[in-house]
């Protein structure tokens, strides 16, 4: 099943954080720009504050993106909103981190667009009851802007991703990563519950992942995922020319694009897209 591209000479593309690379990312400033090139996907990263609130960050620190520091958790909505996503720019105004809510109401006045919402909680490191809490008040906010037919949920936790589509039962795409080994500890059965896998080129030796030379898996690899009844995208890391049209080839037919002008750019460019 292809999801959401019926066409089998495009490749869709997914805003990485908005645009990391060049605006401050999972800012409103940055999905906007990413909407403005024309990207098909915002994909962003959720996490909850001390309060409960839902924001978009990728770190669990706000240190790296912001004027701040700690954890995200540790910082109630108000302080997290205080806090400057554009501090480590040049030439960016002051804008504060933004909220799934943000995104949400965004999005939902552009009927064509889709979400790749990242779960960045996990059973293993925040504990079980925060990780899940996470991910259903997620699940309800997108359902509450009537976009639950244009998200797709996406972890590097096997568990999680397997406890959303027990608890709705597979209502909601769900996204993981190749070789499973990204899944994390006790991540069953992955072909029992994803529908999409970002390919990464690397292997797991002596307990420590390791990149292999060259960004784009091999196409065994992609027809390996694809014989499972699973859709194979392509990270952010696939980003020239080559190997853009590499992945393709090879069965790719999503790319998250860390600067997605430039990568719509190339792939208009090859013809694969509109």
Same mark, same amino acid.
């Given at each position: 099943?292809?999801?959401?591209?019926?066409?089998?000479?495009?490749?869709?593309?997914?805003?990485?954080?908005?645009?990391?690379?060049?605006?401050?990312?999972?800012?409103?400033?940055?999905?906007?720009?990413?909407?403005?090139?024309?990207?098909?996907?915002?994909?962003?990263?959720?996490?909850?504050?001390?309060?409960?609130?839902?924001?978009?960050?990728?770190?669990?620190?706000?240190?790296?993106?912001?004027?701040? !520091?700690? @954890?995200?958790?540790?910082?109630? /909505?108000?302080?997290?909103?205080?806090?400057?996503?554009?501090?480590? *720019? =040049? +030439?960016?105004?002051?804008?504060?981190?933004?909220?799934?809510?943000?995104?949400?109401?965004?999005?939902?006045?552009?009927?064509?667009?889709?979400?790749?919402?990242?779960?960045?909680?996990?059973?293993?490191?925040?504990?079980?009851?925060?990780?899940?809490?996470?991910?259903?008040?997620?699940?309800?906010?997108?359902?509450?802007?009537?976009?639950?037919?244009?998200?797709?949920?996406?972890?590097?936790?096997?568990?999680?991703?397997?406890?959303?589509?027990?608890?709705?039962?597979?209502?909601?795409?769900?996204?993981?990563?190749?070789?499973?080994?990204?899944?994390?500890?006790?991540?069953?059965?992955?072909? !029992?519950? @994803?529908?999409?896998?970002?390919? /990464?080129?690397?292997?797991?030796?002596?307990?420590?992942?390791?990149? *292999? =030379? +060259?960004?784009?898996?091999?196409?065994?690899?992609?027809?390996?995922?694809?014989?499972?009844?699973?859709?194979?995208?392509?990270?952010?890391?696939?980003?020239?020319?080559?190997?853009?049209?590499?992945?393709?080839?090879?069965?790719?037919?999503?790319?998250?694009?860390?600067?997605?002008?430039?990568?719509?750019?190339?792939?208009?460019?090859?013809?694969?897209?509109?």
């Amino acid at each position: 099943m292809a999801f959401w591209n019926d066409d089998p000479n495009v490749m869709l593309v997914a805003g990485h954080r908005g645009a990391c690379h060049i605006r401050p990312e999972n800012t409103m400033n940055a999905f906007q720009f990413a909407l403005d090139v024309g990207v098909d996907m915002i994909e962003t990263d959720v996490r909850q504050t001390k309060d409960g609130q839902l924001v978009l960050m990728h770190d669990a620190k706000v240190d790296r993106t912001t004027d701040g !520091s700690g @954890l995200v958790r540790d910082h109630t /909505f108000a302080e997290f909103r205080r806090l400057n996503a554009a501090a480590h *720019l =040049e +030439g960016f105004a002051p804008e504060p981190p933004a909220t799934l809510e943000e995104l949400l109401e965004m999005t939902a006045a552009l009927p064509t667009m889709l979400l790749n919402l990242e779960l960045k909680e996990y059973p293993h490191v925040e504990g079980e009851e925060a990780a899940y809490d996470t991910a259903d008040r997620t699940v309800e906010m997108v359902e509450k802007y009537g976009l639950g037919d244009r998200i797709i949920l996406n972890s590097f936790s096997g568990k999680l991703l397997h406890y959303l589509a027990v608890k709705y039962d597979h209502r909601y795409p769900l996204h993981g990563f190749f070789p499973y080994f990204y899944l994390g500890p006790d991540h069953g059965d992955p072909d !029992s519950y @994803l529908d999409v896998a970002c390919m /990464f080129h690397a292997e797991l030796k002596d307990g420590k992942i390791r990149g *292999l =030379e +060259g960004q784009v898996c091999p196409q065994a690899w992609f027809d390996d995922v694809i014989s499972r009844g699973i859709e194979p995208w392509a990270g952010a890391g696939v980003s020239s020319y080559d190997d853009l049209a590499l992945a393709f080839e090879r069965g790719a037919r999503l790319v998250t694009a860390n600067n997605p002008e430039e990568t719509l750019e190339f792939l208009r460019r090859m013809g694969h897209h509109k």
